[in-house]
């Protein structure tokens, strides 16, 4: 990558920011509400914390263990950022279009990046909740397409469709830590997440617990392919595929 994008007034679009078709939901089988607004708070604060402490400071702080980053290959963000000096002027950056699970574990926002010399493209981020609800970013990716400026202040906020009661969880849902019944709500804080193998592999996947959002990046000879998917009316709708040259060695 590495993102970027016009950080306009990032303290005031947090206090401000309104969502579209983003109030917060309470997810059918979660005791927290799956809520847009959080991770656009997280992100803000993860663009603004980048311009006052410096870029990789900023990835660092706010990276979860196994997070994932592509400079190009994929790499472990904590290993690859461990003492790496902050550029000079950071990159810039902002959601526009925040994808939230139903169990609100995991979500993925999307917007523009800039790079101090003008150049410019689109960013994706995974996030994933953490015990104290607060959250971390799991996987960055970056790609050169570019963004039309937006000049509406809304933010598009989504929530994947949750399992009707009784229905299951969908495919590749992982079972309830308690041993709890579907339609009954598990005790998230018991639910370890699924960490991503360190190093990470070139091309991986991954899913929140209620399997409703899902993510995977694919490496071919020249180009990666990032995808995100979102569980809308029984089925898995693509949302988000972003592609990122691999350089040549």
């Given at each position: 990558?590495?993102?970027?994008?016009?950080?306009?007034?990032?303290?005031?679009?947090?206090?401000?920011?309104?969502?579209?078709?983003?109030?917060?939901?309470?997810?059918?089988?979660?005791?927290?509400?799956?809520?847009?607004?959080?991770?656009?708070?997280?992100?803000?604060?993860?663009?603004?914390?980048?311009?006052?402490?410096?870029?990789?400071?900023?990835?660092?702080?706010?990276?979860?263990?196994?997070?994932?980053?592509?400079?190009?290959?994929a790499v472990n963000a904590q290993?690859?950022?461990?003492?790496?000096?902050?550029?000079?002027?950071?990159?810039?950056?902002?959601?526009?279009?925040?994808?939230?699970?139903?169990?609100?574990?995991?979500?993925?926002?999307?917007?523009?990046?800039?790079?101090?010399?003008?150049?410019?493209?689109?960013?994706?981020?995974?996030?994933?909740?953490?015990?104290?609800?607060?959250?971390?970013?799991?996987?960055?990716?970056?790609?050169?397409?570019?963004?039309?400026?937006?000049?509406?202040?809304?933010?598009?906020?989504?929530?994947?469709?949750?399992?009707?009661?009784?229905?299951?969880?969908?495919?590749?849902?992982r079972p309830l830590a308690d041993?709890?019944?579907?339609?009954?709500?598990?005790?998230?804080?018991?639910?370890?997440?699924?960490?991503?193998?360190?190093?990470?592999?070139?091309?991986?996947?991954?899913?929140?617990?209620?399997?409703?959002?899902?993510?995977?990046?694919?490496?071919?000879?020249?180009?990666?392919?990032?995808?995100?998917?979102?569980?809308?009316?029984?089925?898995?709708?693509?949302?988000?595929?972003?592609?990122?040259?691999?350089?040549?060695?």
């Open positions: 990558m590495i993102r970027s994008a016009a950080l306009f007034a990032a303290g005031a679009l947090l206090a401000s920011a309104s969502l579209a078709d983003a109030q917060p939901r309470r997810a059918m089988r979660g005791s927290l509400s799956a809520n847009p607004s959080a991770v656009v708070k997280a992100e803000l604060a993860f663009a603004r914390l980048a311009q006052e402490k410096g870029q990789w400071t900023a990835f660092r702080e706010t990276a979860d263990k196994d997070a994932v980053m592509f400079v190009p290959e290993a690859w950022l461990k003492k790496r000096a902050d550029p000079p002027r950071a990159v810039a950056w902002q959601p526009y279009r925040v994808f939230v699970s139903c169990d609100g574990g995991y979500a993925a926002s999307t917007g523009p990046w800039t790079q101090p010399d003008g150049r410019g493209g689109t960013f994706t981020t995974i996030w994933r909740r953490q015990k104290d609800g607060s959250f971390k970013w799991l996987l960055d990716f970056g790609s050169d397409t570019k963004v039309p400026p937006q000049d509406d202040p809304v933010i598009e906020g989504k929530v994947a469709d949750c399992p009707a009661r009784g229905a299951g969880p969908g495919p590749g849902a041993g709890g019944e579907r339609g009954q709500r598990p005790r998230p804080d018991r639910q370890e997440p699924v960490r991503i193998a360190i190093p990470p592999p070139p091309s991986g996947e991954g899913q929140s617990d209620d399997g409703s959002l899902r993510w995977r990046w694919t490496s071919g000879a020249t180009e990666r392919v990032f995808e995100v998917f979102m569980r809308r009316q029984g089925a898995d709708e693509p949302i988000l595929r972003e592609t990122a040259p691999i350089a040549a060695p």
